[in-house]
C-alpha cells in the first residue's frame, strides 16, 4: 500500500513539473499584473499663431478640400497668405458672422465650424474625425489676440526680380521659341498676389525710337499669371511699333509702370498694396525700363 502511494505522489508531482519560477514572488505565488497608464500624447505642438496653425491644421487637413483651382465654397486655405485673404472679416456663408472676426471667436464662422456649432451646419472637417482640443484652442486663441498675421507678413510686398525673353531683339539667346519680335517679361514678387483684378488697361507700356514714341494700347499686349507671385507681360515690338526687319538693328526703349495709383493698384493674395518705390511704405509705382539694340 505504501508504495502504491509513494507513485502517486510522484506522478502527482511529475505532472506539475518542476518550472523555472518564472511569475512567481519570493513565496512561490504568482506576482499580480499591475495595470499601467496609456502612454501620454505628446500633442501636436500647436501654437496660438497662424504660422502654427496653417502648419498643424490649414494645409494638411483642410487644404484637401480647400485648395486648389475651384477650392470648396471659395475659401483657400493653402497657404498662410491664401488663409489670411480668405478668412479676416471675409462675408461667410451664414450672413450674421465673418469667417473670421479678430478679437471674436464666438463671433467667428470657422471657429463655429470646428466646434460643431449648428449655426454654422455641418462640423469640419466634414467626413473626417475633429480636430483635437489643442487645435481648437489654438484657433481660438488666435482669433481672441486678433488674428494676427505672421511677421514675417507683415513686410512689405515688393518686385524682387524681373526676367526678360525674348526673340528678334540683340539680347535674346540663340534657340528661343519666342517669335521674332516677341518681348516676355516676368515680374517675380516676394509673396503670392491678386492680379484677379489687373487688366492691360491698367498698366502703361511706352515704346521709343529714334523716331517715334507710342503709349501701347490695351489690346497690343497681354497679361498673364505664370504662378502666384509671378505676372507674365507679353507684347510684339516689331508690330507695335510697324519696324521693318531686321528688327535686330532697331534701338528700342521700353517703359513700364505697374501700381499707379490713378489708374491701377496692385495687392498681394492678403491684401497688402504693393510697395512699387521700394521706400517701405504701401504704395508707389513701379517703373520698368529695358532697352534693346
Known amino acids: 500500500m505504501k508504495s502504491y502511494i509513494i507513485s502517486l505522489l510522484l506522478i502527482f508531482l511529475s505532472a506539475?513539473?518542476?518550472?523555472?519560477?518564472?511569475?512567481?514572488?519570493?513565496?512561490?505565488?504568482?506576482?499580480?499584473?499591475?495595470?499601467?497608464?496609456?502612454?501620454?500624447?505628446?500633442?501636436?505642438?500647436?501654437?496660438?499663431?497662424?504660422?502654427?496653425?496653417?502648419?498643424?491644421?490649414?494645409?494638411?487637413?483642410?487644404?484637401?478640400?480647400?485648395?486648389?483651382?475651384?477650392?470648396?465654397a471659395g475659401l483657400n486655405l493653402s497657404s498662410t497668405e491664401q488663409s489670411l485673404a480668405n478668412l479676416i472679416n471675409v462675408d461667410s456663408a451664414n450672413p450674421l458672422f465673418k469667417r473670421v472676426l479678430p478679437g471674436d471667436a464666438e463671433q467667428s464662422y470657422l471657429y463655429l465650424k470646428v466646434t460643431g456649432n449648428n449655426l454654422a451646419g455641418a462640423r469640419m472637417p466634414l467626413g473626417q474625425p475633429p480636430l483635437a482640443e489643442e487645435e481648437i484652442q489654438a484657433i481660438k486663441e488666435w482669433i481672441e489676440l486678433g488674428a494676427q498675421a505672421p511677421e514675417s507678413l507683415l513686410t512689405p510686398t515688393v518686385i524682387t526680380r524681373v526676367m526678360s525673353k525674348s526673340t528678334g531683339l540683340p539680347?535674346?539667346?540663340?534657340?528661343?521659341?519666342?517669335?521674332?519680335?516677341?518681348?516676355?517679361?516676368?515680374?517675380?514678387?516676394?509673396?503670392?498676389?491678386n492680379f484677379s483684378t489687373l487688366t492691360t488697361e491698367q498698366v502703361a507700356i511706352t515704346l521709343t525710337t529714334a523716331e517715334q514714341q507710342k503709349l501701347l494700347n490695351s489690346d497690343e499686349f497681354t497679361l498673364s499669371q505664370a504662378a502666384d507671385n509671378i505676372l507674365v507681360v507679353t507684347l510684339d515690338v516689331a508690330n507695335a511699333l510697324a519696324l521693318p526687319a531686321p528688327v535686330q538693328q532697331a534701338k528700342v526703349q521700353l517703359s513700364i509702370e505697374l501700381n499707379n495709383n490713378n489708374i491701377s493698384s496692385i495687392h498681394s493674395a492678403h491684401g497688402q498694396l504693393l510697395d512699387g518705390d521700394y521706400n517701405g511704405i504701401n504704395g508707389g509705382a513701379f517703373n520698368y525700363e529695358q532697352t534693346s539694340y
Open 171 to 193: 539680347q535674346l539667346k540663340s534657340g528661343s521659341t519666342a517669335e521674332p519680335g516677341r518681348l516676355e517679361l516676368s515680374f517675380w514678387f516676394n509673396r503670392a498676389m
Open 16 to 72: 506539475c513539473g518542476a518550472g523555472d519560477g518564472d511569475g512567481l514572488n519570493d513565496q512561490g505565488r504568482p506576482i499580480e499584473e499591475i495595470p499601467t497608464d496609456p502612454p501620454v500624447d505628446p500633442g501636436t505642438g500647436i501654437t496660438a499663431d497662424l504660422s502654427s496653425i496653417q502648419q498643424h491644421v490649414f494645409s494638411p487637413v483642410c487644404s484637401t478640400c480647400h485648395g486648389g483651382a475651384n477650392p470648396a
